[in-house]
């Protein structure tokens, strides 16, 4: 069964940490491009992290540079999510995707049309 699952996700205080885990079954994540995405209620998926798979480049937005980091362990087909400072509008569903590049070094989280394997999401709510 071809799936990725999340786990990390929870309530949080503002100013607070989460490390949001996603684990590839029934296929590799090795030299593929990897992201992670959001959507809170009544707004769109947006991007909020990418990493490539060669030479671990990775981007964010404005919104969380500096905040969020992406990463990820090939030998546990696992990619990772930490996520510190954390802000009310952080409040959301995570999803993890693959994308479709593989053997790129450079990744794009502009567009979710670019990935297509995705996770259940997980729940991340950020409330004092």
């Known amino acids: 069964q071809l799936q990725l699952v999340e786990s990390g996700g929870g309530l949080v205080q503002p100013g607070g940490s989460l490390r949001l885990s996603c684990a590839a079954s029934g296929f590799t994540l090795d030299y593929y491009t990897i992201g992670w995405f959001r959507q809170a209620p009544g707004k769109e998926r947006e991007g909020v992290s990418c990493?490539?798979?060669?030479?671990?480049?990775?981007n964010y937005p404005d919104s969380v540079k500096g905040r969020f980091t992406i990463s990820r362990d090939n030998a546990k087909n696992t990619m990772y999510l930490q996520m510190n400072s954390l802000k009310p509008e952080d409040t959301a569903v995570y999803y993890c995707?693959?994308?479709?590049?593989?053997?790129?070094?450079?990744?794009?989280?502009?567009?979710?049309?670019?990935?297509?394997?995705w996770g259940q999401g997980t729940q991340v709510t950020v409330s004092s």
């Open positions: 990493i490539s798979g060669v030479g671990g480049t990775t």
């Open positions: 995707a693959r994308s479709r590049d593989r053997f790129r070094s450079f990744c794009d989280y502009s567009s979710s049309r670019l990935y297509d394997y």
